[in-house]
């Protein structure tokens, strides 16, 4: 019970440092990571905010879950509806940055939030964002992950940039460094399963092989 008490804890806390990550990135103005300049692009075109389509696109990625067989967990369905929310919220709290010094001190610290929240999240183990087991799910056909990967997110970089999302050195701060800050934070942040102890073998009776 406390295991999964800390793994909870862990992945709620990792969800909304992402929310906060996503907000610091878009308020810095700098360019956004590849999905969110998508989600941006879209608020702007459309309408509603950013965190509303995070959440929309979310959902709509969970629908090509279901001819790829993957089983969403609780942190996937949490990581839907609530890194949207997060990033709203903080996107309202956060004063915008005006000099550039504060810009990039805002770029920066997203990058590194980001890192750390992937970390959070995955090694809570309750399941993967819908848009990592979207990749997975693509490279369990026989593809490279990394290949699904640069793909999918070229896609949507491409797509958001033409509706008009924020494409800059933050976009490419960005997928230089959120590979190399996961390989850290997430081996340090995977929470192990305990095995369970092994019954006691009742009296009298010889062990089984």
Request: aromatic share 8%; charged share 15%.
């Amino acid at each position: 019970m406390a295991l999964m008490a800390r793994r909870l804890i862990q992945l709620y806390a990792g969800l909304a440092f992402y929310g906060l990550g996503i907000a610091l990135q878009v308020s810095s103005g700098l360019g956004n990571d590849p999905w969110d300049v998508f989600h941006e692009g879209l608020s702007r075109r459309v309408g509603l905010s950013i965190g509303a389509w995070i959440i929309i696109a979310g959902a709509l990625v969970m629908l090509a879950w279901i001819p790829l067989r993957q089983r969403p967990g609780i942190g996937t369905i949490s990581n839907v509806i609530l890194v949207g929310v997060f990033a709203d919220l903080f996107l309202w709290l956060l004063p915008a940055p005006d000099a550039l010094g504060m810009r990039w001190a805002y770029l920066v610290t997203a990058v590194l939030v980001g890192g750390f929240a992937t970390g959070c999240y995955i090694g809570a183990g309750l399941g993967p964002g819908p848009r990592d087991g979207l990749m997975t799910g693509i490279a369990a056909r026989g593809h490279s992950i990394r290949v699904v990967r640069t793909a999918i997110e070229l896609a949507v970089l491409a797509v958001g940039w033409l509706l008009g999302g924020t494409v800059g050195v933050g976009t490419i701060l960005y997928a230089v460094a959120i590979g190399p800050l996961t390989h850290v934070f997430l081996p340090a942040l995977t929470i192990k399963r305990r095995d369970p102890e092994p019954a006691p073998e009742p009296e009298g009776e010889p062990a089984r092989a």
